[in-house]
């Protein structure tokens, strides 16, 4: 439970919500450890039937009892133990190419941090596909309460549907479209958010591989600058004044 309540019987019998404003049921009671924690809440759901929450599903909202999805829970712990194990094993590879630690001490720890990251991404493969599961039955109460307002609008413009039992019927669905809606956004952002976990942690210590030219991007090697060969310098000519000339 997320803040402390200093009498949580205080509570039963009154209506729990989840967190996008869907009634659940009314408390029933609550587990209570021997030392005095809460450790969990039963619930009387609309059907009659109890069902158990676990301590850290139960949060005080506005002065309310609110239930949170076991989903996110589990979402968000695994965006925190994930990253958390592979920054661990980066700090151990460092330490021992440092020399810090014995190569023999590297591979117990190596092994035990590698089996619990495999374990983790297992968890959030198998996650990922019940996020899957409850997002098609999100599109398909968000498909059936479209088909209801339909038909509410049909039957009101043929006149067998009075103003008030039109009004009173579309903010019932209005409101639950309004509450499924906000749970399959946050299923979408649950989702998104452990397939790019998974997926950067697998391009963490992907190696960098150089970038091949196309031909067209190649460049194409300069032909050298044609040498000038060696000439000897162009002779130098003396016009002589003919004598003959000169008398005359």
Sequence with gaps: MSKPISNPFLFVGKQIKDEYGRQIGRVASFKVTPTGRIDGIFVEHGDGEFLSYSSDQIK??????VISPTLKLKANALCQEI?????KDRALNELVEKKKIPPEMYDDLHMTFEGALNQLKDNAKELTEEIDRQIDRCNKQIHDLHSAL???EIEREIGRLNGDSYEKA???????LKGVNAEKSDLDALKNKLSNLL??????????????KTPEQAEIPKAPAPVS?????PPVIIHVRNPSKQSS
Excluded: A, H
Aim: aromatic share 4%; proline share 12%; net charge negative.
């Design 60 to 65: 005080i909202d506005n002065g309310n009892l």
């Design 83 to 87: 990253p958390l194990i592979w920054r």
């Design 150 to 152: 339909i038909n509410l």
């Design 170 to 176: 579309l903010g019932i669905i209005q409101w639950g």
């Design 199 to 212: 997926l950067g942690e697998k391009t963490q210590n992907k190696p960098e591989v150089p970038q091949t």
């Design 229 to 233: 060969p060696n000439l000897p310098e």
